[in-house]
């Protein structure tokens, strides 16, 4: 299905063709047509998931069309544009996009036998065991039965467990199970509920805890080889048994030593799930043990990163997308150009949020960069339980280390004093 006008002008080298270019990938279509590319949209459903509806602006591009099930029959109709590429803007587009790429531009993209595990959290740790790289012990299952099984022979039950869907984003449905608890519960509020990828959770996946510093690190990939555009250290804290809830990021330097410890292994994954040109965006846990994989994805990261990234680096994965695919450039690495800590807000419970005035001598702070805040006066607010569910974002961003952090304490003593009160 597509809208618009059906038969584009005869443009070879023109379009550009982004798979749900949702999240920050609704930077995608400025940035290539700022480059002298007609954008074109592919949405992997008739609409755009509620997580993503905000981020959806079908009029940026020249054309748009809707997957209806049949994959031969959409790759026919962008056959027209002559597309030397595809790219994947949001989670939801990475699979179809890697079906088109075979169809329309074979050999362009990557492994094609490894789609899965570019989006299958099991499939990916079945990608890093056959590629002899280290990764954490889990097991995919929805029998309750097996699941104790592996547990006991694992030596694992009774011990610190995570559970989560195999297939979710942001923090989605991710729980821990404490020394002694009951993972049961869990894994039966996990089984069967459609998770905010629009996807029904037909299996859980059950993991070893681990325990130690988490990284986002963000690469851009040219024939197999892996460039890094920016990487930050994650605090995330939990709520209950609900883990992952971003509380802030710091961006780090290239040949800061903690990079240094996780870039080699980040990039043996890469290689693993198959990852050979564009986007990667990981999540490592660096443990006692060495660096393990919690998870990667083959888009740009979402969440605000690209905004975050830009102003800690000069760079990220939109405008690296555009400088290769466009112009051919290739960069190896990235420059800090400042120091930059993002802060997310929770809301600590579901409720009307009462003192939003909370904030309103945050500009004063010597690091004050931005600040978003999510809803409105007296508004029914989320609990916090994941990325989607933040009160608000802050920006902090100077030279000294010190007065980061004084700022930083400052800010929490604001989150400290917000008042929700129940409905």
Not at 169 to 189: H, K, N, P, S, T
Request: charged share 25%; net charge negative.
């Amino acid at each position: 299905m597509t809208e618009k006008i059906p038969s584009p002008p005869h443009h070879p080298g023109r379009y550009t063709i982004i798979v749900d270019p949702l999240s920050t990938g609704q930077e995608y279509p400025a940035a290539f047509r700022e480059a002298g590319q007609l954008p074109v949209a592919v949405l992997s459903s008739s609409e755009p998931l509620p997580t993503f509806a905000a981020s959806w602006h079908p009029d940026e591009f020249e054309h748009v069309h809707y997957f209806t099930g049949d994959v031969e029959a959409l790759a026919d109709e962008l056959r027209r544009y002559e597309p030397e590429y595809l790219i994947a803007g949001a989670e939801s587009g990475v699979e179809l996009c890697d079906q088109l790429i075979e169809i329309l531009v074979p050999g362009t993209g990557n492994v094609p036998s490894l789609s899965t595990a570019r989006r299958d959290k099991w499939e990916m740790a079945q990608a890093l065991s056959a590629a002899g790289v280290p990764r954490l012990r889990q097991l995919m299952t929805a029998d309750p039965a097996e699941a104790e099984r592996w547990l006991k022979e694992n030596d694992l039950l009774g011990r610190r467990l995570v559970i989560k869907p195999p297939k979710s984003a942001a923090g989605d449905e991710v729980y821990i199970v404490f020394e002694d608890g009951d993972w049961r519960e869990r894994f039966d509020r996990v089984l069967g509920r459609t998770n905010k990828m629009g996807l029904v959770n037909e299996a859980v996946l059950i993991q070893e805890y681990a325990d130690g510093t988490e990284y986002l690190v963000d690469s851009y990939t040219v024939d197999g080889k892996h460039s890094l555009v920016d990487v930050c250290r994650y605090t995330k804290i939990s709520r209950g048994d609900k883990i992952g809830i971003y509380h802030r990021i710091d961006f780090l330097a290239a040949d800061d030593p903690e990079v240094l410890a996780i870039w080699p292994y980040t990039q043996q994954v890469l290689d693993a799930v198959g990852i050979r040109v564009g986007c990667g965006h990981a999540e490592v846990m660096l443990t006692a043990d060495g660096p393990r994989l919690i998870e990667v994805a083959a888009r740009p990261a979402g969440g605000g990163h690209q905004m975050v990234s830009e102003l800690a680096t000069g760079d990220n994965h939109i405008k690296r997308t555009v400088a290769h695919r466009v112009r051919g450039e290739v960069r190896e690495s990235f420059d800090l150009v400042q120091h930059l800590r993002g802060i997310f807000i929770s809301a600590y419970q579901e409720g009307h949020f009462r003192n939003r005035d909370v904030f309103a001598d945050i500009e004063t702070l010597k690091s004050f960069h931005w600040m978003k805040i999510l809803h409105d006066e007296d508004a029914i607010v989320p609990e916090t339980v994941d990325l989607f569910t933040c009160l608000a974002w802050v920006i902090l961003i100077h030279s000294d280390p010190q007065t980061l952090d004084d700022d930083y304490h400052r800010v929490l003593t604001m989150e400290a004093a917000i008042t929700i009160d129940k409905p």
